[in-house]
């Protein structure tokens, strides 16, 4: 999410800032990807549920740490309403 926001990636807004409130960070991971990354925490898991965009394959990007093992990782972004409006 830090990363998008500092490139100017149109759809991730970070609203929440990495707090695990907002949901304005959603992406759609390549199954493939998902083992390489670190699993969501219970917060986030919660969160997903109430995300009617987010999939099985979602995840917050601001739960994922960038490392160099996830070089070549292509996100896709999906557009969310924040939660609560
Ligand atoms: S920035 Fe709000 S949940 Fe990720």
New binding site residues.
Partial sequence: ?EQALARGVPGIL????????????LCHVPPAWLPRLPPPDPDETE?LTLVPEARANSR????IPVTDSLDGLTLRVVPTTPLGE
Avoid: P, R
């Fill in positions: 999410m970070g609203q929440c800032g990495g707090g695990i409130t907002c949901s304005t960070c969160l917050l990007s601001c739960q």
